[in-house]
């Protein structure tokens, strides 16, 4: 039975040699002035499958697997109404810099563009989901309000509000699903452009994909979780392969941040010990991993839901941002955590840019991670939970 695969084609004459691996060029990893990336969808059976990974011209090949946004997560117990918190919190708000300059894609469920937020802003808007700009789930809208979003009622909710360009992909539907196909899309589409960050608050849907193997496709339980573990890899070295391809294009150009949700599948609130993983996008090489923090008596703690083993934390719980339709909301989960630090990183790339620095993204995420700070954070939290810290603003 035919399955679809993404398929990424690099014209540098390098080979897999083995399916799901990725192909690795005698002249090594460096720069390749040949090097022209083509992401394509093919239906593959197994025999074809070899064929395509003995093909020169094929970087990396993944089955297509479902995503779906990082859902928002419903506390017992609201916190405090602070509406800016998280912009005091990383020091936004007594920056010099606002993100001026500074292009940032986020890839997510769309933006509701005539926010108020936005106003000002030119939104440059692609759909890869197939069912149109605009944002139905509003969870597009309230990433990007927290990285760039304007003054709403007297609330400054936007991390860089000096942003004044963003590229808007919309890698998942109205639903809130979508496939890797179109998160590869999106991000070369955004790497091409010359997004200086990319945001996405998003993962892949491994027990959905089991789900639908299962209950719609008739495949025995172990069978398809097997598939789903090799497609799971495959997609990891895909990603892999997509954040090399951005890294290549650095050679000709400043390169791209990309920034993703750690996850909201942990439950310490049953358990201190139920602590799941950072999952791809956030695990892939070269990703910088968001984890979130919430308000605490003692300091800042690490979100119950919040995965474990991210690059850095921001705060992502009582977050306040635009709402599709106009107005505010608080929303909960490292997608709220994730655009603090795309706003951040443009912050830094603003600040970097006045300095008689490279303004590269190696120098941008150095920048970055060695100005996190501990000193908010609550005794006994685990450096596992929070990686380097609280994330700063320059």
Known sequence: MPRQYTILRDMSGTSLGAPFEIA????????????????????????????FANDPQVHAMAPVMPTRLIAPVVMAEPQEDKPAWGISA??????????????????????????????????VEKDFSGDGNGDVQGHGTHCAGTVFGRTVANTRIGVAPGIDQALIGKVLGNDGRGDSQMLFQGMQWAANHGASVISMSLGFDFPGWVDDMVNNQGLPADFATSRALEGYRANLRMFDAVMLMIRRQAAFGAGTIVVAAAGN???????????????????????????ALEQGSNGLGVAYFSNTFPQIAAPG???????????????????????????????WWEAIRSQPLPAKASVITSRLLAAAVTAPLASGVDVADRGVGLAQAP
């Open 24 to 51: 690795t060029s005698t002249r090594g990893f460096e720069p390749l002035q040949d090097f022209h990336p083509v992401l394509e969808t093919q239906e593959l059976r197994s025999a074809e499958v070899v064929d």
């Open 317 to 347: 719980v009582g977050i306040v941002s635009a709402k599709t339709g106009g107005g505010l909301t608080p929303l909960n989960g490292t997608s709220m955590a994730c655009p603090h630090v795309a706003g951040l990183a443009a912050l």
């Open 90 to 123: 990383v020091g936004a708000d007594g920056s010099a810099y606002t993100g001026k300059g500074v292009l940032v894609s986020v890839l997510d469920t769309g933006i509701d563009s005539n926010h108020t937020a936005f106003a000002g802003v030119n939104l």
């Open 265 to 291: 599948e942990s439950k310490r609130n049953t358990n201190p010990d139920y602590k799941i993983g950072v999952s791809i996008p956030a695990a892939a090489e070269g990703v910088m991993a968001v984890g």
